[in-house]
């Protein structure tokens, strides 16, 4: 499995961005995806997850109502959509996967990529 998270930058404070994550492995329709944070003030924050059974969503509570995550099995693609960024959602972005029908919790993610730059400026 290989995943690659692209669309970070600098933007800010109330400001939005679309991050990207292309797939590359086994049959991607098959996996629950998900979208994960490193920030200064939490080691691993998992954000938001789609299952792969029936394409319900996870958003944690941080990011409820702001971030959008979806999927295009077609494409094997992913993808986050940030508005309303606060600078505490400063951090190192990463896509995943779980095999699990549903991931709540950063250790149900079983692989993941290289993350991607996320700055909101107060």
């Known amino acids: 499995v290989q995943l690659q998270a692209s669309g970070g930058g600098l933007v800010q404070a109330g400001g939005s961005l679309r991050l990207s994550c292309a797939y590359s492995?086994?049959?991607?329709?098959?996996?629950?995806v998900g979208w994960f944070r490193r920030t200064p003030a939490k080691e691993r924050e998992l954000v938001a997850s789609i299952s792969y059974r029936d394409r319900s969503t996870y958003y944690s509570d941080s990011v409820k109502g702001r971030f959008t995550i979806s999927r295009d099995n077609a494409k094997n693609m992913m993808y986050l959509q940030m508005s309303s960024l606060k600078p505490e959602d400063t951090g190192v972005y990463s896509c995943?996967?779980?095999?699990?029908?549903?991931?709540?919790?950063?250790?149900?993610?079983?692989?993941w990529g290289q993350g991607t730059q996320v700055t909101v400026s107060s």
């Open positions: 492995g086994p049959t991607f329709s098959l996996y629950t």
């Open positions: 995943a996967t779980s095999g699990r029908a549903r991931a709540r919790d950063v250790y149900e993610l079983d692989s």
